[in-house]
Structure formats: C-alpha cells, structure tokens
T-cell receptor, first 112, second 113 residues
C-alpha cells in the first residue's frame, strides 16, 4: 500500500518569511496529492491539491510542486501570517483508489 | 464542509461500554469515511463506504463497526474491543469513489474514563 512521509514535524518561522513542507510517497501509481490545513480542535480543510499531470500549482500565497520522478511533493507558503499557524497534512492517492493516505502532519507556527 | 455534521462534539465513555458516533451529510455524496486522529499520528482510516449497504475496512478497523443503511448517514460504533479508544474521530465524504477530494466534518472527541 501507499506510504506517505512528511517533514518537518514542526516548523517555526517569523511573520513574512516563507515556509516549505515536504512529503514523499511510495506508490508510483499515485496521481492526486491534496494538502489540508487543520487549526486546533477544528476539521481539516483542503487548501490546495495537485494532480500528476502538472508540476506546479499556485493559489495566491500558497503553491504546491510535484516531482514524479523523485516521488515527492511540497507545499510552499510565502509571506506567512500568524493566521497561517496550524497543522498541515499532505496526502496521496490514485484516482479511483477511493482512499487517501495521509502524512503525520507538520505543525507550523508563525511568530509576529 | 457545512454539509457534514458529527455529533456529539464531546463524548465520554466508561471502559467496557460501546458508543456510537454520528455522521450525517446532505451533500448527496456517495462515499463516506471514518478517520481516527491521535497526536503526532496524522489521520488513520478506520472504515469507508463507497455506496449504500457496502463498506470496507481501513487500516485500523479492529474494535470498530459501521453501517450504511442510508446515503446520508454513516455511524461509527466504538466497541469495548477497542483497547485505546480515546481520540479525535473525523468523518469525511466525497462525491463518489471516483472523486478524490474529501470534505471533513467537525469531529467528535471521545474520552474513555
């Protein structure tokens, strides 16, 4: 089955800095990679996703890159703000596989 | 997200008791999922259902049971066979088994006393 590893487990940055979270996956058949943000005590919310037919996707201050050859994908947050502080999860699946495999999460702390 | 509800928000249970967590959605989604979240462990899949009257075990199904008698409802029962049930439980749904994006409910925090 799929295995997803996520690093780092915690990340502290100053407001305005960039943050990068990296995930690797094991199943070369995986072709869908979402990122979720979870604030303390709340539900995970989808913030961006990417499919294997593209290498990069951006949405304002958030971007995701995918390297299929190396089987890793990354979340990039620019100009971080205190409200970006949360736990971020990556996940992977192949279309039609119907189940997501999640990484263990990264706690991002943005200090003013 | 607002179309998926879970109840109760907090639940306390004595050891040896079964307890049922509710998950309802009004999104007309075919597929529904149950995850367990522990600190530092990410989200682990307990059970999932792709269609009414059908469900499959996930990675950590032991000590749990589910039913899917209606499209909008997917209750999870935590049985006394689950040795460490204290956790945050999340329900999710997606349009169909062929649609990858999952949307989560607000979660139920279960504590065993």
């Amino acid at each position: 089955g799929e295995n997803v590893e996520q690093h780092p487990s915690t990340l502290s940055v100053q407001e305005g800095d960039s943050a990068v979270i990296k995930c690797t996956y094991s199943d070369s058949a995986s072709n869908y990679f979402p990122w979720y943000k979870q604030e303390l005590g709340k539900r995970p919310q989808l913030i961006i996703d990417i499919r294997s037919n593209v290498g990069e996707k951006k949405d304002q201050r958030i971007a995701v890159t995918l390297n299929k050859t190396a089987k890793h994908f990354s979340l990039h947050i620019t100009e971080t703000q205190p409200e970006d502080s949360a736990v971020y999860f990556c996940a992977a699946t192949y279309s039609g596989g119907s189940t997501l495999t999640f990484g263990k999460g990264t706690m991002l702390l943005v200090s003013p | 997200d607002g179309g998926i509800t879970q109840s109760p928000k907090y639940l306390f249970r004595k050891e040896g008791q079964n307890v049922t967590l509710s998950c309802e959605q009004n999104l007309n989604h075919d597929a529904m999922y149950w995850y367990r979240q522990d600190p530092g462990q990410g989200l682990r899949l307990i059970y999932y259902s792709q269609i009414v009257n059908d469900f499959q075990k996930g990675d950590i199904a032991e000590g749990y049971s589910v039913s899917r008698e209606k499209k909008e409802s997917f209750p999870l029962t935590v049985t006394s066979a689950q040795k460490n049930p204290t956790a945050f439980y999340l329900c999710a749904s997606s349009i169909s088994r062929y649609t990858d994006t999952q949307y989560f409910g607000p979660g139920t925090r279960l504590t065993v006393l």
